[in-house]
């Protein structure tokens, strides 16, 4: 909150902290804001560290990774040999905007596509419900076997 600096900016300089300042080797994630514009839309801008992408679900359904911004993990070392990526997205009134760890589509015999596509597939299907049971029904239908922990976050923008 308190640096103003484009998202790649701010991951790039976290990842040049990260080895003086822990023993944590490799590390993923996303770094958003979200901002009202004077015409009260909603902007969401990014950097993806290697994680798993953001989902944008719509009012009427319809579900779409947010894949631009992505980037090499924290931590690998190689900062000096690659530029990270900012990315810009509207956010469409009533939209929600699923941020989610990878323990949400990994699951035993399947693969990460998979478990990606059960998430769009369930988030689509969800997406009339109110917020709270939306995300209480898409966390028991996506992580059916609670194999891994899972953390959740999602925002839904006013109609």
Same mark, same amino acid.
């Given at each position: @909150?308190? =640096? =103003? ?12 902290? !990260? ?10 994630? *996303?770094?958003? +804001? ?7 839309? @909603? =902007? ?15 009012? #009427? ?28 997205? =509207? /956010? ?10 990878d323990g949400l !589509? #990994? ?14 597939? &369930? ?5 009339? +419900?109110p917020l709270t ?9 996506? &992580? ?7 953390? /959740? /976050?999602? *925002?839904?923008?006013? +109609?």
């Open positions: @909150w308190s =640096q =103003q600096h484009p998202a790649s900016r701010v991951v790039t300089r976290l990842d040049e902290a !990260i080895q003086p300042l822990t023993d944590v080797t490799m590390a993923t994630l *996303v770094f958003a +804001r979200l901002a009202q514009s004077a015409d009260n839309a @909603w =902007q969401l801008t990014w950097t993806n560290a290697g994680h798993p992408p953001p989902l944008l679900v719509t009012r #009427e359904g319809l579900a779409n990774y947010l894949t631009d911004g992505h980037g090499l993990l924290l931590g690998t070392g190689l900062r000096q040999h690659t530029t990270r990526a900012d990315a810009t997205a =509207q /956010l469409p009134p009533g939209s929600t905007l699923i941020l989610y760890t !589509i #990994e699951t035993p015999g399947s693969s990460l596509d998979d478990g990606m596509e059960r998430l769009r597939q &369930h988030a689509a299907a969800l997406a009339h +419900r049971s939306f995300t209480d029904e898409l966390l028991r239908r996506a &992580h059916p076997t609670g194999h891994d922990d899972v953390a /959740l /976050l999602a *925002v839904r923008t006013p +109609r």
